[in-house]
Structures are given as C-alpha cells and as structure tokens.
C-alpha cells in the first residue's frame, strides 16, 4: 500500500486532478486496507470493488481527455447498508432483507456523491433496522471500535463511524433517528453530521421511523464533512419529507470563523456531572468556543420520551408484517422492542408528536438569544462489546437505551448538529454542536474553528 | 416484550405530564423545523 490512508479527501481530489496520483491507485490501496483490516474491524458488509475500481479507472480516463473532474473525483467512500446499492439487497443490517431482490438503482444520496466523482467501495455494517446504539448485529457480528477492538463502534451507523476512523474510506454515509450518526462518531473519534430533518433526501435508502429519520456524512476532516454534504443538497420530490429548498453551500463560509456568533452550553438535562469523560470534553468545547453561558432546553427530557414512543410506534408498524411472519429471524435484541412497538396505544403516539411540536417551540425561543449549543453527545466513552448496564449519575441503568440520553431530544425536533470528536487520554468521546434549523452552515463554521485549534481533531488510531 | 411495554408506560406517563395547549394539535405530517405551529390547525 503506498498511498496515506488517513490523507483528508478534499487532498485526494487535489492530488488526483492534479496528477500526483490516479484514482485507480488510490481505489486499489483503499480495497488493499479493506482486506487487511475489516476481518478484525467488521467495517464492511460488502466491498463493491469491481464497481470502484471501474469508475476510478474512468476517471483517470477522463482526466486524460482533459475533461473537468467532480469536486470529489476518485474520493472514496462507502455506506451504511441501508442505502441501495445497485445489484445488492438493501438489508438493513437484517437477516431477513437479504431475501430481497437485489437494488435496480443506488441510493439519492449515493447517486450523488458519485455524480461529484465520489468512488463507492462498499456497504457498511450496522445494527439491525437502525434499533441500536451499541454496533452490536446477532446476524454479521458487532462492529469493533478501531480505537479498542475490545469495545463497540456504536450505533446504529456503526461501520460508518468504525470505518472513516480505520482509514477504511475517508468519508461515509450513516443515517440518525435517535442518534445513530452521533454516537459512533462519538465513540470512534471522527466528525458526523446530522443536517436539519428534511434537508437532505431519504429516497432509496430503509426506514426506520419516517418522522424522525435523518440521512447525513460522517468524515475525519470537517472541510470534507461539508464537501460531501454540500454535494448532496438539494431537492427531491420522491421523499416527502424532504424541504424543497435550495442548495444552501456551508464551504464557501467554513473559514469565516466563531466571530460574533453567541455561543452557549446545554444545562439542565444535559448535565455531565459525574460523567467526567463527557464532562472534559464539554468543557474543552465550550472554552474553545468563548460558551461562557448556560441555557437550559426546558422539556428535553419530555422530549426523549416522546422521541421513544414514535420511533416505537412508527417502527414497530413499519415492521408489522416481518414481525408476524418472521419474528423469530429478528436479532433478539430489536424483535422484542418491535413487538412492544406493536402493543403500545396509539394515543402514546399522538401525545409524543404533540410534545414534539410542543418542545421545538421552546428551543425556538432559545434560539433567539444564542446561535450554537453545545451538548455532550453521549454520557460515556465506548463501553466494551457485551456491556449491558452503564452507571449514570449514581445509578446503574440499562446501557442501550441510554447512550442516546443526549441525542435523542435534539433529533426529536430535527435541529442540525455535528458531532466533533474530543480525546483526552485515552478514548474519544463526541460533543455536539446544534443550531437553530437549516443552519448547518453555524455548525460546520465552529466544527472547523475546534479543528483549527486542535481541540477536535480525529486522531488516526493505533493498527496495524 | 413486557420489560419494554413497562418502559414505553414510563415514556407514556412523562408525556402525559407535558404541558401542552390544550386547543394546539398539531402532529408529524405538518412538522418542519423553524417554522412556528400553524395557528388554523388550534
């Protein structure tokens, strides 16, 4: 292998349009480190190599012929195994979707990630139907945290977080109901995006729980983290969730810096007090950012709980059919969460979306006072593969519900976050970054001011 | 199955305690962050 694997992909797309480098060269060290690395890492799930290697050899190809290369040109990246594929089942980390006939076209977003030139190397491994926190799969295996093999990527968009962390791809696609893109960025140390809900298109990839589903990037760079989301920007008429906005680009103001921005940390529910991983990095961030100041989103904890009951009502109706024909090839640790989903009364349901409009005009009103928030994204450095319980403040509760303490209000009113990793001694830990709706530029602009001065920087971990 | 229905009644219970507009019942279909509840919907 001779090229750096951890070499950001704005740099690639650099080297590669300027000749340093093919893509077909940088496409084959990629799949080289794949080989090596995913036995022990279970990034991957399916590694399209004749596919990358063709569309890198095609644009080495029209390099030659003078013809203008995509911002993202022979970039590599891969994808959380809910978005199609062309030519594979789409299987959600399940064992049940493999049934399905394979996908007669990728994904929106894959679609547009290689219309910027962006090469797909493959599908990424993740827990079963979105449900999870850990990266933990009964049916292809957990996910293992390239920091600490011995401890989980998180989830559920765990070979997304696991494998831009490796080197495995410097960019790749996760999606986050609850927090499946910030808690594996957390854990695993890299930066993670999730846009405002509605912003980008869900066509083409598996749900999990419609209203509150966000699709979004995860990269170890946050020049590339807004590269490839400004690539996907835009409209579409076949998600109807999707806000017909727009291209809104966040790189042409990246640089632009926290100046006059008012910055302030989350209290109240979003206490890391006897939390101390969560605690440094928090306060790492916010010193960073001049967040001198504390504001308190009344409600989050309502928020959460609502946030449970439409992802378990919403889900648990979605998968309905499965459940009653195939419940026994569901991994255990989803099936029995779908089958309550299924029991619960529907006026739960109703009153978590009235508590969910409810709690986003609270924060509406905090939002006229700061731009940014800054809140842990998870109470806790990776657990270790296996682990079932977690103290928190005091008591021990069950782990998996848990990790998403801190994401799951956010994501319950669709505010855009980016998860910005923090190390301390040993493992790293997330923080995240929110703004007011649509205003993913502010996080991006702060995400890349902590990288600048080196207080979130996704360190390369120590393999082989 | 029963150890997460006990769990959703919690959740259940939480959101039950919200103090909410009686008159505003506005639900997922509508929902588009930054903009403010549609007042011909209270």
């Known amino acids: 292998v001779s090229f750096d694997a951890f070499t950001p992909a704005h740099r690639i797309a650099d080297q590669i349009r300027t000749g340093k480098v093919t893509a077909e060269t940088v496409t084959g060290d990629y799949l080289a480190r794949i080989a090596t690395l995913n036995p022990t890492l279970n990034a991957f799930t399916d590694v399209t190599a004749g596919r990358a290697l063709a569309q890198a050899r095609g644009i080495d190809a029209a390099r030659a012929r003078g013809e203008a290369l995509g911002p993202l040109a022979g970039v590599p990246f891969a994808v959380k195994n809910l978005f199609d594929i062309e030519g594979l089942p789409t299987r959600a980390g399940s064992k049940i979707n493999r049934e399905r006939a394979p996908a007669s076209r990728d994904g929106e977003l894959v679609e547009r990630l290689s219309a910027a030139g962006a090469v797909l190397l493959g599908g990424l491994n993740m827990g079963e139907y979105a449900y999870d926190f850990t990266g933990e799969n009964a049916h292809d295996g957990a996910c293992r945290n390239p920091h600490d093999g011995a401890r989980m990527a998180g989830g559920s968009s765990s070979g997304s977080g696991s494998a831009t962390a490796a080197g495995l791809a410097p960019l790749s696609l996760g999606s986050d109901t609850n927090g499946s893109i910030r808690v594996p960025s957390s854990f695993c140390g890299v930066f993670g995006l999730k846009p405002t809900y509605g912003r980008l298109p869900r066509t083409r990839s598996f749900p999990f729980c419609d209203s509150l589903d966000h699709l979004g990037p995860f990269a170890r760079d946050v020049t590339d983290l807004a590269l490839a989301y400004d690539a996907m920007q835009g409209p579409d008429e076949h998600d109807p969730a999707c806000a017909q906005r727009v291209v809104e680009p966040c790189l042409p103001t990246l640089k632009d810096g926290i100046g006059g921005l008012r910055i302030a940390v989350a209290g109240g529910h979003f206490s890391t007090e006897g939390m101390p991983d969560a605690q440094a990095a928090v306060a790492a961030v916010a010193k960073a950012l001049g967040a001198g100041a504390t504001v308190d989103l009344a409600g989050a904890g309502l928020a959460r709980a609502a946030a449970f009951l439409i992802t378990n009502g919403e889900s648990a109706a979605f998968h309905l059919d499965r459940l009653r024909a195939r419940a026994h090839d569901f991994d255990p640790e989803t099936r029995d969460r779908f089958l309550a989903g299924a029991m619960q009364p529907s006026a739960w349901y109703i009153q978590a979306q009235r508590v969910r409009r409810w709690f986003h005009d609270q924060v509406m009103r905090v939002f006229e006072d700061v731009d940014l928030i800054v809140a842990p994204a998870t109470p806790c450095v990776a657990p270790l593969i296996g682990q079932k319980t977690l103290e928190l403040r005091g008591e021990t509760v069950p782990l998996r519900p848990n990790l998403g303490i801190f994401t799951q209000p956010i994501s319950a009113i669709g505010l855009p976050v980016v998860a910005v990793p923090v190390f301390g001694a040993g493992l790293p830990i997330g923080v995240q970054v929110i703004a007011a709706p649509w205003r993913e530029d502010l996080c991006l602009r702060a995400a890349f001011a902590l990288e600048q001065a080196g207080v979130c920087v996704a360190r390369p971990p120590a393999l082989g | ?42």
């Open chain 2, 1 to 42: 199955v029963l150890q997460f229905l006990e769990v959703a009644h919690r959740m259940a219970a939480i959101v039950e305690g919200a103090p909410l507009d009686g008159g505003a019942f506005e639900m997922a279909a509508g929902f588009r962050p930054g903009l403010p509840s549609p007042e011909t919907r209270r």
